[in-house]
């Protein structure tokens, strides 16, 4: 699931005709009922309509087959207003940090022109405080968007409707009809979510990091790792590490120092580099996190420097972050752990 700001924002151009719902509904992952669409390995469905919006298509990003990347589109009969429900399972799920990164790809796409309007909590389907809610106004200097974050068990949801100012009443209950319409089986119950300002505590690298021995358990535990818990957890920004134009932050536990794990989103579809203190406090243990699968890397004695952490970011290092183990994913909650051998 490699989504660029753009498609986001701006679904792409439909012929001003009416729509109904699909008939190419991609049954692999989707199972279509009498008035929802329904994620039959997640247990979470959403409407076939929202206000004025209807289905046009349904299926799957990446993995075909695998259920783990779905999405669902919709637009207004004229084609103007258009909608978007993701539904897909990163091996770590967290809606604040997905509504941050696509609020930071929204202003480095369309600069201080794009204005985040409201931002708060409100309900998914019948649960409260459930959906991280954003909206902006002014990207491209017409459009507004709104957009919704709700992580429901091993799964990550993100809505989005967008369309011309003129159009706002119909994008905003669109929003309200796609989160009202949401409806959870089973283990995927939405999590309580906060709606958190992250504001900046820089902290100084500091005179890097040696790969150690890691006896801890590996793979073991690291699709529930206790931060930042949806919002629950204040975050700042500690660092920034720059890669070629690329910048991505390096996020903490207020007031955590040290003690803090630390997290690297690398994009706004789920992967996440995180750094985690070893048990016995010794060095942080590397893993990388995306849509079905987390990969565990060395044990560093100290955190790494932004510039060590740069060059595992773009594969040009060659002292550590050596890949220990591989874990994949299924839709199922099955996980096959496989030990590698490769950088």
């Known amino acids: ?18 729509y109904a719902v699909a008939p190419d509904a991609d049954e692999g992952a989707w199972r279509v009922d009498a008035d929802s669409l329904r994620v039959t390995a997640a247990g979470i469905a959403i409407p076939q309509s929202a206000g004025n919006l209807s289905l046009i298509k349904s ?44 609020d930071k790809a929204i202003h480095e796409r369309f600069g201080p022109d794009a204005r985040r309007t409201a931002f708060d909590v409100t309900s998914a389907g019948q649960h409260s405080n459930t959906a991280i809610r954003s ?8 459009l507004v968007t709104e957009a919704a974050f709700i992580h429901a068990g091993r799964w990550m949801i993100k809505l989005r409707v967008t369309g011309p100012t003129e159009r706002t009443q119909d994008v905003n209950s669109g929003m309200n009809s796609l989160l009202a319409g949401l409806r959870f089986e089973g283990d995927a119950s939405p999590r309580p979510a906060m709606a958190r300002q992250i504001a900046s505590c820089p902290m100084a690298d500091g005179p890097g990091a040696h790969v150690v021995a890691d006896r801890s358990s590996g793979a073991a535990g690291m ?37 803090s794990p630390v997290l690297i989103p690398l994009d706004d579809a789920g992967k996440i580099m995180r750094f985690d203190r070893l048990p016995a406090g010794g060095g942080y243990r590397l893993s990388v996190h995306q849509v079905g699968r987390t990969d565990v890397y060395s044990a560093y004695d100290r955190l790494p420097t932004t510039k060590q952490i740069a060059a595992i970011i773009d594969g040009s290092d060659r002292k550590g972050a050596t890949m220990l183990l591989s874990a994949a994913h299924a839709a199922d909650g099955r996980v096959t752990v496989s030990k590698q051998a490769n950088r």
Do not use: H, K, W
Not at 64 to 71: H, I, S
């Open 59 to 102: 299926g799957e990003i990446s993995d075909q087959g695998a259920g783990l990347d779905n999405y669902a589109q919709f637009a207004s009969a004229d084609g103007v207003v258009q909608a978007t429900a993701y539904i897909y399972m990163p091996s770590y799920a967290d809606a604040a940090i997905s509504s941050y990164m696509t």
């Open 223 to 259: 699709t529930d790792l206790p931060f930042p818990r949806d919002g629950e957890d204040n975050v700042c920004v500690r660092g920034t590490v720059q890669v070629g134009e690329a910048s991505y932050d390096m996020l903490q536990a207020v007031g955590g120092g040290d003690a």
């Open 135 to 142: 909206v902006y106004s002014g990207a491209d200097g017409q």
């Open 1 to 18: 699931m490699r989504l660029a700001v753009l498609s986001f924002l701006l679904a792409m151009a439909l012929p001003a005709t009416a």
